[in-house]
């Protein structure tokens, strides 16, 4: 692959991610604003985009090791027991440092006020609220990864494919001529020789219309596609 295809498929990847991360985020901040509003315990929306936008943001960090782990363990073959042993892990690692991180963020962003709620009974309230969605979310991430990587292997080999039909043909075409040509030069050489003892005026004016065909061939050997005129020109110098 070129180093140009590759660096367009990462970067691709990526920006998918964040778009998608800020559109869950965006979608989560509405649901907490007007939740909220229902029950009589209104938030700004400011604080809904932030809390939400911060959720979805860690989430997106956390699936760059994520990724890296489903394309070093990926689930293919014979190997899908050592990837799963690898993942499970993985994936509570994942919710950890998911729930450290949105932990450490809230603490900053809720600084200065009067009653501030301590890391670790913060962490405890996160705990018992996201583990199994965390969890859910990185198995997302391996799956999601795996079915991006099957269709970009599949479009690369359909391009692959096509490429090598065009240039089998490609081949036969130029087999081809290389057989015919040569095959066709040698009985009209001989025809002309021949020719020579009879009627020398009609011996020249098969030379040059020999030279005419060969000029033709030559300039379109590398032609897929001619005109019709060019077709029917070529058949009355034949």
């Given at each position: 692959m070129?180093?140009?295809?590759m660096?367009?498929k990462?970067w691709?990847k990526w920006?998918?991610l964040?778009a998608?991360s800020?559109?869950?985020?965006l979608?989560?901040?509405g649901?907490?604003?007007?939740?909220?509003?229902?029950?009589?315990?209104?938030?700004s929306?400011?604080f809904?985009?932030?809390r939400s936008?911060?959720d979805w943001?860690?989430?997106?960090?956390?699936s760059?090791?994520?990724v890296?782990m489903?394309r070093?363990?990926p689930?293919?073959?014979?190997?899908w027991?050592q990837?799963a042993?690898v993942?499970?892990?993985?994936?509570?690692?994942f919710?950890?440092s998911?729930m450290?991180?949105?932990v450490?963020?809230?603490?900053?962003?809720?600084?200065?006020e009067?009653?501030?709620v301590t890391?670790?009974?913060?962490f405890?309230?996160?705990l018992?609220?996201t583990?199994f969605?965390?969890?859910l979310?990185y198995w997302?991430?391996?799956?999601?990864?795996?079915?991006?990587?099957?269709?970009w292997?599949?479009?690369?080999r359909g391009l692959?494919?096509?490429?090598l039909?065009?240039?089998l043909?490609?081949?036969r075409?130029?087999a081809l001529q290389?057989?015919?040509?040569?095959?066709f030069?040698f009985?009209t050489?001989?025809?002309v020789?021949a020719l020579?003892h009879k009627d020398?005026?009609?011996?020249?004016r098969m030379?040059a219309?020999?030279?005419?065909?060969l000029?033709y061939?030559?300039e379109?050997?590398d032609?897929?596609e001619v005109?019709?005129?060019?077709e029917?020109?070529?058949?009355g110098?034949?």
């Amino acid at each position: 692959m070129a180093l140009s295809e590759m660096t367009r498929k990462v970067w691709m990847k990526w920006v998918l991610l964040f778009a998608f991360s800020t559109v869950l985020g965006l979608a989560f901040a509405g649901q907490l604003y007007f939740s909220r509003s229902r029950i009589g315990n209104p938030v700004s929306w400011s604080f809904a985009v932030e809390r939400s936008l911060a959720d979805w943001y860690v989430f997106a960090l956390l699936s760059v090791p994520a990724v890296w782990m489903a394309r070093r363990f990926p689930f293919s073959g014979n190997h899908w027991r050592q990837a799963a042993a690898v993942h499970f892990p993985a994936s509570l690692m994942f919710s950890v440092s998911w729930m450290l991180l949105r932990v450490g963020i809230e603490q900053w962003l809720n600084r200065g006020e009067l009653n501030p709620v301590t890391f670790s009974a913060a962490f405890s309230q996160v705990l018992v609220a996201t583990v199994f969605m965390n969890l859910l979310i990185y198995w997302g991430v391996v799956v999601a990864h795996h079915a991006f990587d099957y269709h970009w292997k599949f479009h690369e080999r359909g391009l692959q494919t096509a490429e090598l039909e065009t240039r089998l043909t490609q081949a036969r075409l130029q087999a081809l001529q290389m057989q015919l040509n040569p095959h066709f030069l040698f009985n009209t050489l001989n025809s002309v020789a021949a020719l020579m003892h009879k009627d020398v005026e009609a011996a020249d004016r098969m030379i040059a219309r020999l030279s005419d065909l060969l000029r033709y061939a030559l300039e379109s050997t590398d032609a897929q596609e001619v005109t019709l005129r060019q077709e029917l020109d070529f058949i009355g110098r034949y």
